[in-house]
């Protein structure tokens, strides 16, 4: 079965009676006009049906638990849309344990993660009873012990561990190899499991974690990972006498950029981790285990499109054409990151042939500020209206005031219906952290 991880576009994506495309029953060239650009466009049905397709996936191992990776995006109505959809949430922050906890969602659902949590983000964590803390290392763990002693908590943890498997994508987007910055090496779990038995009795663990990667097409990752992981559960409960209930598997499902981009559906997905999970733990005898996913891009990238309006263009002599947009790496800085590749249209000649080749560019200034290189387009002119695609992942949550540029606003979109869930920065904003001292008043 197909999924929407599996979709170019919003599944309510399409041309409408005027010739312009909609995207939630709402014309992309009048949201352009009353919300301005750049403007990212979040579809709520995009969003619901990927949710479903996740719960159906799984359905056939039921104790499996879907966590949204809020740093894919994070804000309140982001939060509070997935927690509708029955998710709970893995974080990496104070700021998105506390977006949770202002949005009124119950951070019992919480795991938080990371290779450096500070300690003012265990307490807040601890004092607002986030669910579990992902132990990334040694240092954490004897954090973690004196913060829980001073709060009188018990704390439910994981150990995050590097399973030694390395996925085909971008290299800083890979984690699970042995040469990774997160989590314990698999020989150091030993030693880390003894130490929680012996001195930190108030740190009482619950299983293993891992992430291996982001943007994965590969299936056959997770049974590699779940091998492990399973192996790893199986002999510390033999070796410890311990009761280790949980197996998280971390994000990194892939999607859809561009044509050229096959991402596997979440069905096939979850069919393979079924299957090795009840196999391995058939085969290394433990109860069932409870899972957890943590997709953060393949639930929300393809939701969400960006529109920016065009303005001025370059034609290199017998070089390229460049078609700038007022927007660009402060609100969406893959491309310059990982060279992340993006598909667009012109949302007010969806309809009209490609006639040429053009690069688009971003208004910042850094060469490397190119949004799309070689896309071919109709024949484009300043003020129209451009739709990049599967832009709710890692855009507006990476996004920077690069240039002193306010960042954009953010609408949902549903049945016609438009209600602003992020409102776009005023100048005023930019200076609101700015400190003069006297000496230097004007
Ligand atoms: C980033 C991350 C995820 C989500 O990854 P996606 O590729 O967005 O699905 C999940 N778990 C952990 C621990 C992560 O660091």
Known sequence: MRSA??????????????????????????????????????????????????REAFKDYPQTKLMYASKALCTQAVSILLESEGFGFDVVSAGEIYTLYKAGIDVKKVTFNGNNKSFEELSLALELGVGRISVDNFFELSLLVEIAKSYKKNVDILLRITPGIQCHTHEYIQTGQTDSKFGFDLTQIDEAVELILESYKNLNLKGLHAHIGSQIFETSIYPDEIEILVKEIA?????????????????????????????PSVYETAQKI??????????????????????????????CVTLYTIGSSKQVPQGRKYVAVDGG??????????????????????????????TIAGRFCESGDILIKDISLPETEEGDILCVYNTGAYNYSMASNYNRVQKPSMVLVNNSQSDMIIKRETLDDLISHDEIPDRLKI
């Open 5 to 54: 991880n599996q979709l170019l576009k919003p599944v309510t994506t399409k041309v409408n009676n005027k010739g312009n495309l909609e995207i939630g029953g709402c014309d992309l060239i009048d949201l352009a006009q009353k919300y301005d650009t750049p403007l990212y466009v979040l579809d709520e049905a995009t969003v619901r049906a990927i949710c479903k397709d996740f």
């Open 235 to 263: 002999r510390l409960n033999e070796k410890y006498s311990l009761n280790l209930t949980e197996i998280n598997i971390g994000g990194g499902f892939g999607v859809k950029y561009t044509e050229d981009d096959t991402p």
């Open 274 to 303: 079924i299957s090795k999970l009840n196999e391995c733990i058939e085969k290394y005898g433990t109860e069932k285990l409870i899972l957890y996913i943590e997709p953060g891009r393949s639930v929300i990238s393809t939701a």
């Open 329 to 358: 790496m402060a609100d969406n800085p893959r491309p310059s990151m990982y060279r992340a590749a993006y598909s667009a249209e012109i949302a007010n000649k969806p309809d009209e042939k490609p006639v040429k080749e053009v």
